[in-house]
Antibody
Framework: QVQLQESGPGLVKPSQTLSLTCTVS??????????WSWIRQHPGKGLEWIGY???????YYNPSLKSRVTISVDTSKNQFSLKLSSVTAADTAVYYC??????????WGQGTLVTVSS | QSALTQPASVSGSPGQSITISCTGT?????????VSWYQQHPGKAPKLMIY???NRPSGVSNRFSGSKSGNTASLTISGLQAEDEADYYC????????????FGTGTKVTVL
């Protein structure tokens, strides 16, 4: 059973960089046919794609966040990471990592709340 | 990137059937058979209920079914149960944006 777990600071100051890591267990991040994604959900709001990465390193970012987002993968640690720069209060959200194929993600992390505040 | 349109809320009594719509365009829902549906309970991660318009992952109750007509996809919940009360989101492949996937606006299902 594939499991994903997000980790990282729960509080980030405005203008700083939000950094999260997703650790994958029960399966290899190098498995072909899947991508590894970050999705966020603002408090009380809907789901928003941030972007995703293939194990090869190819990335796809939501255009609305593209200038501030970097997603990377570390196959040796079976992890992938999210960096979101120049954060503001509008980036306060629950951040999920997930494994996907097409628009379908069957495996999700539990989510981690990141609050942007001084 | 425009979100797919879902009704804000749908309600039904236990045992009834309800249908949630997900309306897009020919560039997303109408053009491809890549529509998924997620269920999300408060404080929990989304759970995949339907993929590729009408396929259920292993372990998902057959009370959940998906379909599509034109630019609108639908999720039907039959024999509504209290545990079905949750938020539901559709998602689709899209060719109209630099990013290939889009979520719906979400629907709150209330079991009366």
């Amino acid at each position: 059973q594939v499991q994903l777990q997000e980790s990282g600071p729960g509080l980030v100051k405005p203008s700083q960089t939000l950094s999260l890591t997703c650790t994958v267990s029960g399966g290899s991040i190098s498995s072909g046919g899947y991508y590894w994604s970050w999705i966020r959900q603002h408090p009380g709001k809907g789901l928003e794609w941030i972007g995703y990465i293939y194990y090869s390193g190819s990335t796809y970012y939501n255009p609305s966040l593209k200038s501030r987002v970097t997603i990377s993968v570390d196959t040796s640690k079976n992890q992938f990471s999210l960096k979101l720069s120049s954060v503001t209060a509008a980036d306060t959200a629950v951040y999920y990592c997930a494994r996907g194929r097409g628009p379908s993600s069957i495996y999700w992390g539990q989510g981690t709340l990141v609050t942007v505040s001084s | 990137q425009s979100a797919l349109t879902q009704p804000a809320s749908v309600s039904g009594s236990p045992g009834q059937s309800i249908t949630i719509s997900c309306t897009g365009t020919s560039s997303d829902v109408g053009g491809y058979n890549y529509v998924s549906w997620y269920q999300q309970h408060p404080g929990k991660a989304p759970k995949l209920m339907i993929y590729d318009v009408s396929n259920r992952p292993s372990g998902v109750s057959n009370r959940f079914s998906g379909s599509k007509s034109g630019n609108t996809a639908s999720l039907t919940i039959s024999g509504l149960q209290a545990e079905d009360e949750a938020d539901y989101y559709c998602s689709s492949y899209t060719s109209s944006s630099a990013f290939p996937y889009v979520f719906g606006t979400g629907t709150k299902v209330t079991v009366l």
